[in-house]
């Protein structure tokens, strides 16, 4: 019954690889987005998709790479992992009257 | 660009006594929401009290209110009866507010709050 559920929650790897987390939200809503909290804890947008469309793409290394198959899933690709990728990575999502996001229970990336 | 400072690293307070969380932010837009999350050591984020900027009367949820300034830009949190369960880390958050859905929401760089019982 999780509204907004992040895969896996806990994911360490080796420098080089690539990895994916997905994130999908059984709430009917149309926005999704992925934030970056790094080791000072501090919360970023990465990215934001609105009906499968791509509306806010931030300042991000293009190792990471966003795919919507559908409005209700938003996965989040990274290629070539670096230490300085090492961070909780968040998935939210929010409904038309966007007056409350939700939160996915994050995802702890450890890069070694 | 719209700003959200949280001038308080880190607060304490004695258990069952009352702590304020202050937040300030900057924009140029008239409506928007500020929001409070809370964030325990298991990272979930969890929304305490949300405002929207049309409504001049400050929020309130069970002992969380909220000091909503909107002239002075600032918005403060207020938590009364502190249980040990309020420990956490707490983050300011600003959205505008759009026709839909669209836009993110930007974070304070959070206020660390300790519970002493």
């Known amino acids: 019954d999780t509204a907004v559920s992040q895969t896996p929650k806990y994911l360490v790897t080796q420098m080089g690889n690539d990895k994916s987390i997905k994130c999908e939200q059984n709430?009917?809503?149309?926005?999704m987005y992925w934030y970056k909290q790094d080791s000072k804890k501090f919360l970023k947008i990465m990215f934001s998709y609105n009906n499968k469309e791509l509306i806010i793409n931030e300042t991000v290394p293009n190792r990471f790479s966003p795919k919507s198959p559908d409005k209700a899933h938003l996965n989040l690709h990274i290629n070539s992992l670096e230490l300085g990728d090492s961070a909780v990575y968040f998935c939210a999502s929010t409904g038309f009257s966007g007056n409350t996001i939700y939160f996915g229970e994050g995802s702890w990336l450890t890069v070694v | 660009a719209q700003t959200v400072t949280q001038s308080q690293p880190e607060m304490s307070v004695q258990e069952a006594e009352t702590v304020t969380l202050s937040c300030t932010y900057d924009?140029?837009?008239?409506?928007?929401?500020l929001f409070w999350y809370k964030q325990p050591p298991s990272r979930q984020m969890i929304l305490v009290i949300r405002?929207?900027?049309?409504?001049?009367q400050n929020a309130t949820e069970n002992r969380f209110s909220v000091n909503f300034q909107k002239a002075a830009k600032s918005f403060s949190l207020k938590i009364s009866d502190s249980q040990l369960g309020d420990a956490a880390m707490y983050f300011c958050?600003?959205?505008?507010?759009?026709?839909?859905?669209?836009?993110?929401?930007?974070f304070g760089k959070g206020t660390k709050l300790s519970v002493k019982p």
């Open positions: 958050a600003y959205r505008k507010r759009y026709g839909g859905s669209q836009g993110n929401l930007i």
């Open positions: 405002q929207e900027a049309y409504k001049q």
């Open positions: 709430l009917g809503h149309d926005t």
């Open positions: 924009t140029s837009e008239s409506d928007y929401y």
